[in-house]
């Protein structure tokens, strides 16, 4: 079996190595955003279905921007 061994220099920019994996600093962001929500909508609403749901479509839209927010902004400098 090979093995690669990563330096961080090789690393992209804007990840964060968790157990031996490069995460996308987007996607890390998202899925705190939607605990945040759940645990906000949980309170005030007491019900987990809401709560749920509007977590659910917080982390997708926080997912999708972040994603696509670096694209742009690379595409300006060059």
């Known amino acids: 079996m090979t093995t690669i061994g990563l330096t961080h ?25 939607g605990l945040l929500v ?20 917080a982390t997708v839209v926080v997912w999708w921007v972040r994603r696509l927010q670096p694209t742009h902004r690379s595409s300006d400098t060059h």
């Open 38 to 57: 759940f645990l906000a909508v949980l309170v005030v609403t007491g019900a987990l279905q809401p709560a749920a749901l509007t977590a659910a479509g």
């Open 9 to 33: 220099s090789t690393r992209p920019t804007g990840t964060i190595d968790i157990a031996g994996t490069s995460w996308p600093l987007y996607k890390l962001e998202a899925l705190a955003v």
